[in-house]
């Protein structure tokens, strides 16, 4: 069974900070995605990452994967506070078509 | 429409009743996906349609539960016998499925919120 894991599942961090959230996974897997959601909203997604080595890049965010470590980080860079959200990974088992979520992290951005 | 449709969007009911959840997804999408998500709880995978049929219903929690898609289009989940612990909402999700270059990602509604009383 697929597992995926997030950390950490709460963060709260100051404006202008840097910090990383990590998504491992349990089995082979080259797919991974990334969504943000916003409190009583759906999902949205940010990236997805297709292959080992894929980084991607959107404003202040930044995704990556590797493969062999089943290991992705979103990296967040220079937060502010529109950022605060909840943010999912989410995995394809290969040829699944199924996405399994991993718990999210809560990030809170303080001013 | 532009996105995924779902409704009610809120829908309070007693214990026992049984309820509708209907999503209609992105013109074009061919993939369907359930899923529910608890209060401060991540996401839990339902049930799957590829076209009409729904070769992966192994998120259903229990046989009170069943989906159907017709068309190829609208899907509906129904929750029969409705309990409280079903309280949760109900996410639905479209992608391209076999209907083109599909890179898997999913396109969420905005789900609909079922309150069980």
């Known amino acids: 069974e697929l597992k995926v894991e997030q950390n950490p599942l709460f963060l709260s961090m100051q404006e202008g900070k840097n910090y990383t959230i990590y998504c491992n996974y349990s089995?082979?897997?080259?797919?991974l995605y990334w969504y943000r959601q916003d409190p009583g909203k759906s999902l949205e997604s940010l990236f997805v990452?297709?292959?080992?080595?894929a980084v991607k890049q959107e404003g202040r965010l930044m995704a990556s994967l590797d493969t062999k470590a089943r290991l992705s980080t979103l990296h967040i860079t220079a937060a502010v506070h529109d950022l605060s959200a909840t943010y999912f990974c989410a995995v394809d088992k290969s040829g699944n078509e199924k996405l399994t979520f991993g718990t999210g992290t809560r990030l809170t951005i303080i001013p | 429409g532009a996105g995924v449709s779902q409704s009610p969007s809120n829908k309070v009911t007693e214990k026992g009743k049984d309820v509708e959840l209907r999503c209609d997804p992105i013109s074009g999408h061919t993939a369907l996906y359930w899923y529910r998500q608890s209060l401060g709880q991540g996401l839990e995978f339902l049930i799957y349609f590829q076209g009409n049929s729904a070769p992966d219903k192994s998120g259903l929690p229990s046989d009170r539960f069943s989906a159907e898609r017709t068309g190829g289009s609208v899907s509906t989940l129904t929750i029969q016998r409705t309990q409280q612990e079903d309280s949760a909402v109900y996410l639905c999700?479209?992608?391209?499925?076999?209907?083109?270059?599909?890179?898997?990602?999913?396109?969420f509604g905005e789900g609909s919120r079922l309150t069980v009383l």
């Open positions: 999700a479209s992608s391209y499925g076999l209907a083109g270059v599909n890179t898997g990602e999913l396109f």
């Open positions: 089995t082979t897997s080259d797919r």
């Open positions: 990452l297709l292959s080992n080595g």
